[in-house]
């Protein structure tokens, strides 16, 4: 587990592609857990630890993710997330490149629990919600092409299934239409980077997620000049 940053009220992790957020019907540990672990070890805390789920990934998606420390700091949180007030910025890599170096799309995505898929329709529909999102084409290498994204809303897959609906699907990405898994399972999309005030102090939080060691990752952060 690596904690990028950490304070009395949050803390903020960069999770690895396979690990879930918080405990579903796997019954795999997640990451919470690990992180309860982390502080009871590293502060010597009797007892139970305090922890908050503020936001989840995908499982097959990497980068950061904020944890509260204190019930404080959960409710602010909570509440900046349901008002659009924390900006995240994610990457992705796409097999197909988009057909413009920077845009700004809206769908209206339904969801099934039967096969856990969201469906985009370019129009309204009695029982979709709408979703946005802007890109820009950072990088292209021979086969793949590295996007910056910013959400506007925050529906279920909506960076995956809005990217496959313009021809785009990420790499690895089967459910939303690549052709080829990739090696460690994961799909190329990370939640990159994270800025919002923080509930407590007041100050302003902008975290960077290192990027993966996948040689893929590597090269685009070579193109882009982010070695981090």
Known sequence: MEVVYEDNHI???????GEIVQGDKTGDEPLSETVKQWIKEKHGKPG?????????LDRPVG???VFAKTSKALTRMNEM???GKVKKTYW???RNCPPHDHDRLVHYITSTERNNKSYASASPRPDAKE????????????RYHLLEVNLETGRKHQIRVQLAAIGCPLRGDLKYGDRRSNPDGSISLMARRIT?????SGQTIDVTAPL?????WQAFGQLTGSQE
């Open 212 to 216: 993966p060691s996948d040689p893929l």
């Open 131 to 142: 979703a946005a999102l802007s890109y820009t084409l950072l990088a292209s290498s021979d």
């Open 196 to 200: 919002f005030v923080h509930p407590v």
């Open 48 to 56: 139970n630890v305090f922890l908050g789920v503020v936001h989840r």
């Open 81 to 83: 997330f349901r008002l």
């Open 63 to 65: 980068g950061l993710v």
């Open 11 to 17: 803390i903020i992790v960069n999770k690895a592609p």
């Open 92 to 94: 992705a890599i796409t």
